[in-house]
């Protein structure tokens, strides 16, 4: 998916319009993670995430999920190992699919 996100051309009106919408939403939550970075492209967005405790990132994705910047699909990647705990999520812009893997071996 970074590939895909870094291949992107960029869609500037709405990957900034995105990036303040993410950040509002996630801001908002009960327990907000530190964001460490946003950016969009035109269909695909990465965010990068801390958070206090892996408890906290364990339920991080049950709270970002139903938030509107994020229902067109997220896909998550946790680093409970690293200190503080961090989370990476994907996202989809409004009928756009996730990219599929090469199919090269």
Same mark, same amino acid.
Not at 5 to 11: G, I, K, Q, Y
Not at 77 to 102: C, H, I, M, N, W
């Given at each position: 998916?970074?590939?895909?996100?870094?291949?992107?051309?960029?869609?500037?009106?709405?990957?900034?319009?995105?990036?303040?919408?993410?950040?509002?939403?996630?801001?908002?939550?009960?327990?907000?993670?530190?964001?460490?970075?946003?950016?969009?492209?035109?269909?695909?967005c990465?965010?990068?995430?801390?958070?206090?405790?892996?408890?906290?990132?364990?339920?991080?994705s049950?709270?970002?999920? =139903?938030?509107e910047?994020?229902?067109?699909g997220?896909?998550?990647?946790?680093?409970?190992?690293?200190?503080? =705990?961090?989370?990476?999520?994907?996202?989809?812009?409004e009928?756009a699919?996730?990219?599929?893997?090469?199919?090269? =071996?």
């Amino acid at each position: 998916m970074e590939r895909s996100l870094v291949d992107e051309p960029v869609d500037g009106r709405w990957s900034s319009q995105q990036v303040r919408q993410m950040q509002a939403s996630i801001a908002e939550l009960p327990v907000s993670p530190k964001l460490l970075e946003a950016t969009c492209a035109s269909t695909l967005c990465r965010v990068r995430l801390a958070h206090t405790t892996v408890a906290e990132l364990e339920s991080f994705s049950e709270a970002v999920g =139903p938030l509107e910047p994020f229902r067109a699909g997220v896909f998550y990647q946790f680093d409970k190992q690293s200190e503080p =705990p961090k989370t990476t999520l994907y996202v989809l812009r409004e009928g756009a699919q996730f990219p599929t893997p090469d199919a090269e =071996p």
